[in-house]
Structures are given as C-alpha cells and as structure tokens.
C-alpha cells in the first residue's frame, strides 16, 4: 500500500514524470479555472467560522493529498502496484482501498486511458480528462464521509465532468453521450458514483458551463 516520504518531489509514473502544472502552450484557461467563477457557499462558511491560518494549511494539506491520490490511483491503473510513495500514507492508502472497492463493484466500466491532456479551439479552453472508457468520460474526486456513509458529490463536479465530454468530443470528433463521477473517501473505505445522462451533460455544458466561461474571459478582460 501507500508508503511515507520524505517531503514532496516529482511523481514517476510508468517511466514518465507527472508535473503538478501542466503546460498546454497557450493562454487559455482550464475547466476548474472557468468554474472558479461560481460561488462555493459551504466553502465560503468553512473560511468564516475557522482561522486564516487553519484555512491555508488545511487547503494545501487537501491539494496536496487530492493530488497524491490522483497519481496513485493512475499508476494503480497502468501498472496494478500500490505501492506509491506519499507524504499521507493514511489518506492516500484508505483512498487506494476506496478506488478498489469501486473497481469491484463497477466492472462494467473499462477504463481505456487516463490522464488526457487536451484543448478546445472552438471554446478556447483547456482539460485534463481523467477517465475515458470505452463509451464514456469519467472523472476522479477524492472527498471525506465524515458522519456520512458517502463522501458528497457536488454540483460544480457535474459541470466539470460536462466540460470534459464536450473537450474529448471535439478534439477526437466522437459522440460520446455518457459521462460519470466517482468521489473517492480517503478517511473510510467507501466511495460515491453518479452517472450522467445525455440530456444533463448538454444541460451542465451549455447552461452553466458556457455561461461560466464568458464570465471568466470577461472578468480576465477587465
């Protein structure tokens, strides 16, 4: 399972290094750029009623270990080894146990690729998609249950996963009509899926997604 290090460095990942930012040569934003636009109300409680301090070092601690949990499960994927080295061997392990127990229960998915890099020059924007399987788009989360049964799936992680089915679409001119979303716990053995359908997808893209993307090029502007 996942083992200590000693602080951060690059992650290899079958012979390659992972970077934490990626370079897509332009100057177009990402989809979790794009969605910045939206109001995060649980979020914006979080920061009122807790320190600044306790804010900062808790949201980096979280990106840090969302990350970790990402490169461990690709590499999980390519090369069926669990034995990632991470700086949070307790979130990153439970997280491995929690993608394994999804991978059980969920064999009908078959995950063909990960980690696609790509952009739109219709809309001008770039993703990272983190699943494509066979006949739909996936995407990876890492949460907490905390008292709940399932780490919660949340609003702007629909609209995100919209944004990819469109991105893969039009760069690989392919109708793909089905997407889906899988929140994996790194604080018990359990995850959270949904399944979008078509008409969500159009609804998440066009009403939302879009709207964000105006929004944010017309904030950039000023």
Not at 15 to 40: C, E, F, H, W
Not at 50 to 56: A, G, L, P, R, S
Not at 66 to 83: F, L, M
């Amino acid at each position: 399972m996942a083992k200590a290090k000693r602080g951060r460095t690059e992650k290899t990942l079958g012979g390659r290094i992972i970077m934490a930012k990626r370079d897509y040569q332009n100057d177009y934003p990402s989809v979790t750029q794009i969605l910045s636009v939206l109001r995060k109300i649980g979020l914006e409680m979080w920061f009122k009623y807790n320190t600044i301090e306790y804010t900062n070092t808790e949201s980096k601690r979280g990106k840090e270990v969302g990350s970790e949990i990402h490169t461990a499960i690709q590499e999980y994927i390519e090369t069926g080894k669990t034995d990632f080295e991470t700086a949070y061997p307790d979130e990153v392990g439970m997280a491995l146990k929690s993608f394994a127990l999804f991978r059980q229960e969920h064999p009908e998915i078959q995950i063909l690729r990960c980690e696609q890099a790509l952009t739109s020059e219709k809309y001008k924007y770039n993703g990272t998609i983190d699943v494509i399987s066979i006949d739909s788009i996936g995407d990876w989360k890492s949460g907490k249950c905390d008292k709940d049964d399932k780490p919660k799936i949340y609003p702007e992680h629909i609209y995100q996963v919209g944004g990819y089915v469109y991105l893969w679409n039009e760069v690989h001119n392919t109708n793909i009509e089905k997407a889906w979303i899988t929140v994996i716990a790194k604080d018990k053995v359990a995850y959270n899926y949904y399944e979008l359908s078509e008409r969500e997808i159009q609804e998440s893209f066009n009403d939302v997604f879009l709207s964000c993307l105006k929004i944010y090029n017309y904030q950039r502007r000023k």
